[in-house]
């Protein structure tokens, strides 16, 4: 009886096994890109993932414009910039033999900064 009442157990799901949004790993996910990832890494670029602080909640509008902004950010990798709304995250890879993480962090803040928008660093993948 123990053990048929410590399989049921297991089977039940735990809260704490739910995805939050606010932990690291979770922000990670929902920026994450497979593909991009991988072009990246053999290309031997680096992929950063940020958190996006300031209300974003789900605004496509407000989420394109952020997408432009990294597109348009010198030193970011075309097509690899992705954002997450639901996430509110964001990553981008960028080849760091050609333009430093920190120059193409403080270019991004600043287009940000009139949409009440800031950024944090999260991970880099090297």
Same mark, same amino acid.
């Given at each position: 009886?123990?053990?048929? /009442? +410590? +399989?049921? *157990?297991?089977?039940?799901? @735990? ?25 990246? /890494?053999? %290309?031997?670029?680096?992929? +950063?993932?940020? $958190?996006?602080?300031?209300? *974003? ?17 010198? =030193?970011?990798? %075309? =097509?690899?910039? %992705? ?9 981008? $890879?960028?080849?760091? &033999?050609?333009? #430093? /993480? =920190?120059?193409?962090?403080? &270019?991004?803040? #600043? @287009? /940000? +900064?009139? #949409?009440?928008?800031?950024?944090? !660093?999260?991970?880099? !993948?090297?």
């Amino acid at each position: 009886m123990r053990r048929v /009442l +410590a +399989a049921l *157990l297991l089977l039940v799901p @735990s809260a704490a096994a739910f995805a939050c949004g606010h932990c690291v790993e979770d922000k990670v996910a929902a920026a994450y890109d497979h593909s991009v990832i991988v072009r990246s /890494l053999e %290309r031997r670029h680096e992929v +950063a993932f940020f $958190a996006i602080e300031g209300a *974003l909640a789900a605004n496509s509008q407000l989420s394109r414009e952020i997408q432009n902004a990294l597109e348009s950010t010198r =030193g970011v990798d %075309r =097509g690899t910039p %992705r954002v997450s709304p639901d996430g509110t995250s964001l990553s981008f $890879a960028y080849d760091p &033999a050609r333009q #430093k /993480l =920190g120059p193409i962090t403080r &270019a991004l803040e #600043k @287009s /940000l +900064a009139p #949409k009440a928008l800031s950024i944090s !660093l999260l991970r880099v !993948l090297k």
